[in-house]
């Protein structure tokens, strides 16, 4: 019985390291494609308008209100400043905003202390 017992004891230590070793492999891939999906829904480019405006930290009847107050004094405008009004493309009907563009539009209006109604 002593003589087996270091080959069993060698034969369950190498089952036991095989194991955790796939157990650690399984763990990293459930943990990289999490990531993944993380990363590729927060990093796209356009964003809608309900995902713009959750990315302000609103809702999206202010965002409305900001887009469309925006709209009409850029309408009575000659010239501009780029980052002046919130950026945005129109496809298909729908408003699209440029995570960058939003960016730089925080960066320029940050300074402006003035409310929109």
């Given at each position: 019985m002593i003589k087996h017992f270091l080959s069993v004891a060698i034969i369950l230590l190498s089952f036991s390291i095989i194991y955790c070793g796939f157990q650690i492999g399984n763990y990293n891939k459930k943990q990289n494609s999490k990531s993944i999906?993380?990363?590729?829904?927060?990093?796209?480019?356009?964003?809608?308008?309900?995902e713009t405006a959750?990315?302000?930290?609103?809702?999206?009847?202010?965002?409305?209100?900001?887009?469309?107050a925006q709209d009409e004094q850029r309408g009575q405008l000659s010239s501009f400043e780029t980052y002046e009004f919130l950026p945005y493309i129109i496809v298909s009907g729908e408003k699209y905003?440029?995570?960058v563009l939003v960016n730089e539009w925080i960066k320029y209006n940050s300074t402006k202390w003035e409310e929109i109604n």
């Open positions: 999906v993380t990363n590729t829904s927060m990093d796209k480019g356009l964003l809608t308008f309900g959750k990315y302000l930290s609103m809702s999206a009847e202010q965002l409305k209100l900001i887009v469309n905003f440029n995570k």
